[in-house]
């Protein structure tokens, strides 16, 4: 719908061309279409509306009019404040902690087991490491199932616990079996969860707590609208987390939600997920992320 | 004295809840079109009035094709053939992870209590233990389930499930399929391939293809509703997750714009988490 969104800028800017000068009143037209474009990417409207105020700032500075394309460096504009947002210095995975332990947290549905047996996979062969993975889903029906299929297709082991209904211990019965059993990394994957469920945010602060891991990341389906600014302020008021995984983004999903969540947890985006085989992930690339959400 | 104008801060306001709720832009100013159109013939009195205006508004733009105002689960009959009872079939799809085997698990149950004899299909075979899970539930329902192995070709479980419903003597036969993105030209491609082999046991089936979305789900949910639509004639949508602070609201405009009634809403994972859809009920739920 927005893949013309510079071709809009120019022709809103061209009108203000025999203006000379740019003014907050007369940039107001321009930056609504960028608004626009952005809700209708689902970045949350109150980000939106901050957002579309910086690139006022940084419009009126640069005196957009001036130049031969005025839409062009609009657009320019607001793809590198998108960029700056979403970027900062890139952020690894941390591998310290003998074994390193990273906790999966996020909604239900998001993809957090398929990203576990992505991650484990990554970490086996491209930095060899032995990898545990973790059923610590108690819930959902054959979650642990799900998690023990996974394993096989990448020939990692899985540690579960049948019968036992308690995350905290068998997370921590984990971390000693991998102990034992010379196991360098432990991947924890938990129940999906709402962020209002107080029971369930209690659960996995508490699995937090116990095992105190070097990675906790907060997995996040790309698709996600609005509501991704509570959900993400929830998840890490509760458990501080270090990264965010960002996945299904072989969809055709502009993807707003990535520039929500940044903006109000401040936390690297360190993942991505871009199909449903333990191959597709990949690191996040803020500048693709910002043509993205543009529709460029 | 009446104003015949809404003050633009009322307007701003309303603005934001609709946006907030994931309602959208285009669809937010239809409503806001509607609602000055409104205002400027009723004239109106005072906030109290103004909400009620909306909400009816919202209930409009769902109402056309939301008529039934169903308040049970309930399924048309089919008529005999040939003196045989013919299954209702119900067919579920949607992206990933939106919750159609719990929504399938679901109305199984509610089916099940109203005495309706009840058959699933587990047509996902592609993703790790989706057999497994759709297996727990048809236990929890004690309904019968058909299934093959993992990898094996949807279509055929399909056909074998209306087989086995048609035998059986069921009354609903629930499939439930694997999730795809709606932009994966093969996998919608098999959607279709699916739809016709079942066209093969029972004519006219699917009678039902249920879209499930993702209550949390932002504006993509319009091309979801769009590609299923063309791989499958989506005929009813379920919205799911409910139960969190997200709202929905894009459902609105699909809605309005295909023609496609809402039946159901998930408001969690517990077998009777699913209500029937109730748009007044819906549209409240933004202004909490
Ligand atoms: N296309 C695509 N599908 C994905 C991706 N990541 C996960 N999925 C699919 O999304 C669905 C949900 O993934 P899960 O890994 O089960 O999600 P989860 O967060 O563990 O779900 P719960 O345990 O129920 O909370 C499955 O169908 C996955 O195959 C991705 O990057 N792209
Ligand atoms: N809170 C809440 N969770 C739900 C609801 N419906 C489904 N879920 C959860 O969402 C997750 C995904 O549900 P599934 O039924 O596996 O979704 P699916 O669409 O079949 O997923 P795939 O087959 O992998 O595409 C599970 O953890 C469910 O328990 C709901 O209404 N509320
Ligand atoms: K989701
Ligand atoms: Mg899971
Ligand atoms: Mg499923």
Redesign the pocket.
């Known amino acids: 719908m927005f893949n013309n969104l510079s071709d809009k800028l120019d022709k809103a800017l061209h009108t203000l061309k025999g203006h000379g000068q740019i003014t907050e009143i007369n940039v107001a037209e321009t930056l609504k279409e960028v608004r626009r474009a952005l809700l209708d990417a689902d970045v949350n409207f109150k980000i939106a509306k901050e957002f579309t105020k910086k690139v006022q700032q940084e419009a009126i500075g640069q005196n957009v009019l001036t130049t031969l394309n005025p839409g062009q460096l609009m657009v320019k504009l607001v793809k590198d404040e998108l960029t700056t947002l979403m970027g900062g210095d890139t952020v690894g995975i941390n591998l310290g902690g003998s074994p390193t332990v990273i906790l ?1 947290s ?11 047996g ?1 991650l484990a996979k990554y970490l086996k062969t491209k930095k060899t490491k032995q990898v545990l993975l973790v059923g610590c ?1 108690v819930y ?1 029906p054959a ?1 642990i199932n ?1 998690l023990q299929v996974v394993g096989e297709q990448i020939g990692v082991e899985v540690y579960a616990e049948v019968g036992n209904q308690n995350p905290v211990e068998i997370s921590q019965n984990a971390i000693a079996h991998a102990k034992t059993n010379g196991k360098n990394v432990v991947i924890i ?1 938990t ?3 709402l962020a209002v469920d107080e029971e369930m945010m209690t659960e996995i602060s508490n699995i937090h707590k116990a095992i105190n891991p070097q990675e906790t990341l907060f ?1 996040v389906d790309s698709m996600t609208g609005q509501d991704a600014v509570n959900t993400a302020k929830a998840f890490n008021n509760i458990l501080n987390f270090d990264g965010v995984v960002l ?5 055709d999903t502009r993807g707003g939600a990535a520039l929500s969540i940044k903006s109000v947890v401040d936390k690297p985006i360190k993942f ?5 085989k333990m191959e ?1 992930i990949d690191v996040f690339h803020p500048d693709r992320m910002a043509d993205r959400i543009l529709g460029m | 004295a009446g104003k015949s104008k809404v003050d633009d801060d009322v307007l701003d306001n309303l603005e934001e809840v609709l946006v907030a709720s994931d309602v959208g832009v285009t669809t937010t100013l239809k409503v806001i079109d509607r609602i000055e159109a409104r205002v400027a013939k009723d004239k109106y009195v005072g906030t109290d009035e103004l909400n009620k205006i909306l909400r009816e508004e919202i209930a409009g733009l769902l109402s056309e094709t939301n008529i039934g105002n169903e308040t049970d689960f309930v399924i048309p009959d089919i008529p005999k053939k040939e003196g045989v009872k013919v299954p209702y079939v119900l067919m579920v799809v949607g ?3 939106v919750g159609k085997t719990t929504t399938i698990g679901k109305l199984a149950s509610q089916f099940k209590k109203k005495g309706l004899k009840v058959v699933l299909g587990a047509a996902d075979t592609f ?2 233990a ?1 057999i497994d899970q759709l297996q727990v539930w048809a236990d929890r329902t004690d309904v019968p389930i058909v299934r093959q192995e993992m990898g094996s070709d949807p279509a055929s479980v399909a056909f074998d499930s209306l087989k086995s419903a048609v035998a059986q003597n069921a009354d609903v036969v629930i499939i439930d399929t ?4 709606h932009n ?1 030209v093969n996998l919608m491609n098999e959607l279709t391939k699916i739809k016709r082999v079942m066209q093969k046991v029972v004519d006219n089936s699917p009678h039902d293809v249920l879209l499930v979305l993702d209550g949390s789900t932002g504006q993509n949910a319009f091309e979801q509703a769009k590609q299923f639509t063309k791989a499958t004639e989506v005929t009813s949508l379920a919205v799911t997750k409910l139960d969190g602070t997200a709202k929905g609201g894009v459902v609105i405009g699909i809605s309005d714009q295909f023609k496609i009634p809402v039946k159901y809403i998930g408001v969690g994972e517990g077998i009777d988490d699913l209500q029937v859809f109730n748009k007044v009920e819906f549209v409240d739920s933004f202004f909490k």
């Open positions: 999966m996020g909604l239900q549905g998001s993809g957090k087991t398929t990203f576990s992505k889903d959902r979650a799900q994957d129940a999906g969860r997995v996945t299904k983004l072989d969809g991505i997920g871009t199909g449903e597709a | 992206v990933n992870g993703r790790a989706a694997a999730g795809r993105l994966k």
